[in-house]
T-cell receptor, first 113, second 111 residues
Framework: ETGVTQSPTHLIKTRGQQVTLRCSSQSGHNTVSWYQQALGQGPQFIFQYYREEENGRGNFPPRFSGLQFPNYSSELNVNALELDDSALYLC????????????FGQGTRLTVV | GQNIDQPTEMTATEGAIVQINCTYQTSGFNGLFWYQQHAGEAPTFLSYNVLDGLEEKGRFSSFLSRSKGYSYLLLKELQMKDSASYLCAALRYNQGGKLIFGQGTELSVKP
């Protein structure tokens, strides 16, 4: 148990739709990172939020966006879903952006049909 | 650029020792993580090396050589439950730490 929870655990969406995934970080953790993990691959860094502002972004298009709230929760939004967006989406919280250890949630399995 | 390489899959026998290698190349390198991931589950932390040398934690040990861009994870006294994917991840620091993952090594432990 890492104390990081994600919802929903599974989700099926249609191509072109929009989706919002949610993450509740450990209390006191001011940094959250989101990763996309395709089947058989390692997680790929999407972006990181620190104190409610974006603090770095990986190689993902602008239709991937996020928010972080003062209550240690965060969201990943994906617009105009494509079939290739089907993956496990993981959030990881850290006590601070300078703290190396990340605590992962159990992930949201998104299937786009 | 950024590149993390590890073998795609390995097979070992219960009770044996297995070493999973990882080579990395990334700017802003600030340490090397190993995670274990069972199918459909989140990665769980195994080890973190920031200095050169060997870190031992029970049946698992991890080694880092920063000059060679090389790390390995050593698993001793293998158990069936050790069958999982093992992810090598370089911590890249640039106004905050980001993990750059390899593709993972799928380890199968056989009786």
């Amino acid at each position: 148990e890492t104390g990081v929870t994600q919802s929903p655990t599974h989700l099926i969406k249609t191509r072109g739709q929009q989706v919002t995934l949610r993450c509740s970080s450990q209390s006191g953790h001011n940094t959250v990172s989101w990763y996309q993990q395709a089947l058989g691959q390692g997680p790929q860094f999407i972006f990181q939020y620190y104190r409610e502002e974006e603090n770095g972004r990986g190689n993902f298009p602008p239709r991937f966006s996020g928010l972080q709230f003062p209550n240690y929760s965060s969201e990943l939004n994906v617009n105009a879903l494509e079939l290739d967006d089907s993956a496990l989406y993981l959030c990881a919280s850290s006590p601070d952006r300078d703290d190396p250890e990340a605590f992962f949630g159990q992930g949201t399995r998104l299937t786009v049909v | 650029g950024q590149n993390i390489d590890q073998p795609t899959e390995m097979t070992a026998t219960e009770g044996a020792i297995v070493q999973i290698n990882c080579t990395y190349q990334t700017s802003g390198f600030n340490g090397l993580f190993w995670y274990q991931q069972h199918a459909g589950e989140a990665p769980t932390f195994l080890s973190y090396n920031v200095l050169d040398g060997l870190e031992e934690k029970g049946r698992f040990s991890s080694f880092l050589s920063r000059s060679k861009g090389y790390s390995y994870l050593l698993l001793k006294e293998l158990q069936m439950k050790d069958s999982a994917s093992y992810l090598c991840a370089a911590l890249r620091y640039n106004q905050g730490g980001k993990l750059i993952f390899g593709q993972g090594t799928e380890l199968s432990v056989k009786p």
